[in-house]
């Protein structure tokens, strides 16, 4: 072996014996009791284990821009609009110098797997492609990087955007999205979506429904599509906030309709809770789809960050585990239970979004795993656990000292 953990608590095996875990050829040999070997060992004192975080919804592109936008109204017009003017000074290595400032501190929160979400459209151009792409290989060492290219100002509304996004499937772009409410004809844009993504033979990821009036929701369209195209298990749809203004029994109506075609929802807890209600000065909204629910009801979801220091959200240290603490908090979520499944929406679940091969600490796995500063998983999300080291096939990416008491 390679490398030994020891006494390590592994996440989902609280309940278990604390093992060690084998490292070889950069997969994980073993999970026992008191391995022994002459490989280096580290001690991890009983610490939680878990498989690199999953970031299935980020903006690489447009993150840390918010000195040079207003932010006076916090409402999603004004963020729309301000990113909108901003991006025109976009240039390739602007945004390659953002990207890498964000992507380098996912790293540093234990990050493993990521999908970011691109813009194209005439203003843009391929600038968001030029300047991300590379950087699959380049940081290939700590982190999966995935690309999903889509139109944030429309499609149908917007000449010339969608030869763009085909440009971009043609080099590379992994998945399609949509954001169906900027389009004068959200239905045909989810329509064009289907279509590329069937053409190219990629996944889907739409920007959807997001405000909090419950009528009008494009989801059950892209349902009715995702049914037609068989298609399921490879749609996913971020945001959905109206799904936090539903009754009980549109809500129910809903989530089985998503669970049954096999639509997988991202929910963006900092984004939504920042947007959502702004507009109101008293009796303030939170919403933020309960995801929770939507489990119970066997649809497949996900937490992340979608946005960092833009108008979108005006904060963000790219923790997946302070995503999941602030979730918890807004669903007032307060059991063990509870806790792990907040820590599974930005592990199993997001992986399972993104269809990844090998996730997890199983043996025979990538050996891709964060240790945190707690002994459990339901202790991450509560106490928002520091990452104290990060592995990505085997091999170390970050470290971080544990935090010291010096008494006098």
Known sequence: MDLILKNATVLGREDERQADIGISGGKIAAIEPELSSDAETIDVEGRLVAPGFVESHIHLDKACILDRCANDEGTLDEAIREVSAAKKDFTVEDIRERAVKVLEKCILQGTTRMRTHLEVD???GMKGIDAVMPLV????????????????????????????LVEALERGAGVVGGCPYTDSDPRGQ???VFELAREYDVDIDFHLDFDTNPDGMTVH??????????????????????????????FEEVSKRLADTGVAVTVLPS???????????HNIVRGVAPVHRLVEHGVNCALATNNVLNPFTPFGDCSMVRMANLYANIAQIGTGAGFRECMDLITHRPAKLMRLDGYGIEVG?????????CPSGPAAVQEIAPPLCGYKNGRRTFTRDAAMLHRP
């Open 190 to 192: 989810i329509g064009r």
């Open 221 to 250: 369209d892209v349902c009715e599509l995702t049914e037609r195209y068989d298609y399921g298990g490879r749609v996913a749809v971020g945001h959905v906030s109206k799904l936090s203004a539903l009754p009980k029994d549109r």
């Open 122 to 124: 005439p203003v843009i």
């Open 137 to 164: 290989d380049e940081y290939a060492w700590a982190i999966d990087l995935e690309i999903c290219v889509f139109p944030q100002e429309g499609l149908l509304n917007n000449p010339g955007t969608d030869e763009l």
């Open 271 to 281: 984004t939504d809770l920042h947007l959502m209600g702004a507009d109101r000065d």
């Open 365 to 373: 796995n990538p050996a891709d795993f964060v240790v945190l500063d």
